[in-house]
């Protein structure tokens, strides 16, 4: 069974900082390409931000030069680091990953259970 488990979520004002980890623990033999959503009142869930296993990064231009996505492979673990945040990005944000687990030895799509992040004005 694998699990994703998130923190870092909060309240902040606009122009702060926020930092979100997800970490993937269970049965893991590898993991493929990690990335954060969210999810706005009202709205479809829209990509952020995404990173392959070998780094390579993809971020949504809503975001892009304001966030930076990261990973530790040694950790399961995949960061989220939000500079100059709005009101817009205020949203429930969920992280995914695709991992090769046990006992089946295959590749499946694994999400968080998200945190919340809100943005005053």
């Known amino acids: 069974q694998v699990q994703l488990v998130e923190s870092g979520g909060g309240l902040v004002q606009a122009g702060g900082s926020l930092r979100l980890s997800c970490a993937a623990s269970?049965?893991?033999?590898?993991?493929?390409?990690m990335g954060w959503y969210r999810q706005a009142p009202g709205k479809q869930r829209e990509l952020v931000a995404t990173i392959s296993s070998g780094s390579t990064t993809n971020y949504a231009d809503s975001v892009k030069g304001r966030v930076t996505i990261s990973r530790d492979n040694a950790k399961n673990t995949v960061y989220l680091q939000m500079n100059s945040l709005k009101p817009e990005d205020t949203a429930v944000y969920y992280c995914?990953?695709?991992?090769?687990?046990?006992?089946?030895?295959?590749?499946?799509?694994?999400w968080g259970q998200g945190t919340q992040v809100t943005v005053s004005s």
């Open positions: 269970g049965r893991i033999f590898s993991i493929d390409v």
């Open positions: 995914h990953a695709h991992i090769l687990s046990g006992p089946h030895y295959r590749f499946g799509d694994y």
